[in-house]
């Protein structure tokens, strides 16, 4: 027997009063977007749970695409069967024949949503226990906490059997917390930044510097790349790309080595957050860690926060390099961001930054380049596209082309 469907049961936003048909929407445009890589696949959602169509589809690589859904707090596969009593029960045993393993317990557990069907809950219960035991004598029924609790629910247009009960990603469907712009590099901690706050419901867009020829088309792909590996967890992303060589090459030219990161990251952090005002978003998301390289001390983090008041949220700055490695492998990030493709923050990187930059050293620096200038320029020249979750096989191929 094939699964026809899949019961979607809705994590916290259960909780979310009158916001609740705002959550549901949101969650099933993602779902329609993660899963739009099987054409047959359809969604719709309601109050209390949301139901994917497998229309022939292979359940496995389905499930495998819910579970990384943000939202979604269990989901079970389902049956679809004749609504008559010979079929259901005809199901029923094929279904405890299949999973059934030596000891198990079972129950049944029958709701009528349909009133008009010939048999209430009760008699459902009664006669396809004893429909499993025809087939399986040796079983025994257990009413609390069986292996198996069959559930079988008539609907108005058919009877529905289900068994299994997965974990679903928890978290807040993204896009419901509002927009946030991810600063998105080839390293392994930006891309993990940026997974944790799609987790809590925030819609990302990736804005990522590169500044031609020092970086090559090549480290573009990797960063796009990265960005389709987010979108598993809420749907598409756009990929914003920043031209910043101009930058770099003024930055280079006039300032001290010493504060060229510090200058460089203050840019970044202004175009970014030029960006997010035109684009309505609300925070600035970026993979900085506490104390990981010189550049991220707190004095650091300070003389580069201070160009803007808008919120800058850093979701890994407290986890060791480990921990975010841990995550950068669950969710398939890790082996692409190893790749060894050169990053415009590394091409120009003295050996020793300043680990603590003096604020009027900063400004004395950054008053011999023409700051609005060369934002302008960079701001109006970005590029945008729209990274979707389809196959990525071939671009990772040409990716692993381009480093031979
Ligand atoms: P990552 O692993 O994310 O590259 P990192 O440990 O290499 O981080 P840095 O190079 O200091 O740390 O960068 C700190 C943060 O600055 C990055 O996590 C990212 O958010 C942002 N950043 C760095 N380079 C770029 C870039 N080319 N484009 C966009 N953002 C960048
Ligand atoms: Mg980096």
Request: glycine content about 6%; overall charge neutral; some cysteine.
């Amino acid at each position: 027997m094939q699964y026809s469907e899949i019961m979607i049961r809705y994590g916290e936003l259960s909780t979310k009063g009158k916001n609740r048909m705002r959550f549901i929407n949101k969650l099933k445009s993602n779902m329609k977007h993660v899963l739009s890589v099987y054409p047959d696949v359809t969604v719709q959602a309601e109050r209390d749970r949301a139901h994917i169509y497998l229309n022939g589809t292979n359940y496995q690589p389905v499930a495998e695409s819910i579970e990384q859904i943000f939202g979604i707090q269990a989901f079970s596969p389902v049956y679809r069967v004749e609504k008559t009593v010979s079929a259901i029960k005809k199901a029923v045993q094929d279904v405890m024949l299949s999973i059934y393993q030596e000891g198990m317990t079972f129950k049944i557990t029958g709701k009528r949503s349909d009133h008009t069907f010939e048999l209430d809950s009760r008699e459902l219960n009664q006669i396809m226990g004893n429909a499993v035991f025809d087939v399986l004598p040796q079983i025994k029924a257990q009413m609390k906490q069986p292996d198996i609790n069959l559930k079988i629910e008539i609907r108005e247009e058919a009877a529905y059997l289900s068994y299994e009960n997965v974990k679903g990603a928890g978290g807040l469907p993204v896009g419901t917390a509002g927009r946030g712009m991810l600063m998105l590099s080839g390293g392994i901690d930006s891309p993990v930044a940026g997974y944790l706050a799609l987790k809590r419901g925030v819609d990302i867009e990736a804005v990522h510097f590169a500044s031609p020829p020092y970086t090559s088309p090549g480290a573009l792909k990797k960063a796009q790349e990265l960005t389709r590996k987010l979108t598993k967890f809420g749907g598409n992303i756009q990929f914003i790309e920043v031209p910043f060589t101009e930058i770099q090459e003024e930055i280079k030219d006039k300032v001290p080595e010493a504060y060229l990161m510090t200058l460089t990251r203050r840019f970044m952090m202004r175009i970014t957050d030029r960006i997010r005002q035109e684009r309505g978003g609300l925070v600035i998301i970026n993979g900085e860690s506490l104390g990981q390289v010189a550049s991220q001390t707190l004095e650091s983090m300070q003389a580069i926060n201070a160009v803007t008041t808008t919120p800058v949220i850093r979701p890994v700055v407290t986890m060791d390099k480990l921990e975010i490695i841990n995550i950068a492998q669950k969710i398939d990030t890790f082996d692409l961001s190893i790749q060894p493709f050169e990053d415009c923050c590394t091409i120009f990187a003295p050996d020793r930054p300043k680990t603590n930059p003096k604020i009027k050293n900063v400004e004395q620096y950054e008053a011999r380049l023409d700051i609005e200038g060369l934002v302008n320029r960079a701001v109006s020249g970005i590029k945008i596209i729209e990274i979707t979750p389809q196959a990525t096989d071939d671009a990772l191929d040409e990716l692993i082309d381009d480093l031979l």
